[in-house]
Nanobody
Framework: QVRLVESGGGSVQAGGSLRLSCEVQGLTYVGYCMGWFRQVPGKEREAVATIGVQFGGESYADSVKGRFTISRENTKNTLTLQMNSLKPEDTAMYYC???????????????????WGQGTQVTVSS
């Protein structure tokens, strides 16, 4: 069965960088899109960045555009999120996810994604 395992989270100071990784285990095909979401206590889970698996393309939340980069390493079945110029408001639990829906590149809700990892914590201090 497909399993997503995140890693790379940690604590950094504002302006620093982190690189998150998501290892796909079980299957090579996980859907039309993969993406990174984040959630803080008391708030809804929000999309950070998505990438099209079959049709290509990338999408980023306005809040991270120009700072974060999503990419895939097919030979290693790994999804990555390079995060630069981190801000305290980036502090959250970050989740890797996959979607079988064709309208998943620009998600309006996390419900469009059906496979989820356990999450990795990112903490940015000022």
């Amino acid at each position: 069965q497909v399993r997503l395992v995140e890693s790379g989270g940690g604590s950094v100071q504002a302006g620093g960088s982190l690189r998150l990784s998501c290892e796909v285990q079980g299957l090579t095909y996980v859907g039309y899109c993969m993406g990174w979401f984040r959630q803080v206590p008391g708030k809804e889970r929000e999309a950070v960045a998505t990438i099209g698996v079959q049709f290509g393309g990338e999408s980023y939340a306005d809040s991270v555009k120009g700072r974060f980069t999503i990419s895939r390493e097919n030979t290693k079945n790994t999804l990555t999120l390079q995060m630069n110029s981190l801000k305290p408001e980036d502090t959250a639990m970050y989740y890797c996810a996959a979607s079988a829906r064709r309208d998943c590149l620009i998600p309006t809700t996390s419900g469009k994604y059906n496979i989820w990892g356990q999450g990795t914590q990112v903490t940015v201090s000022s």
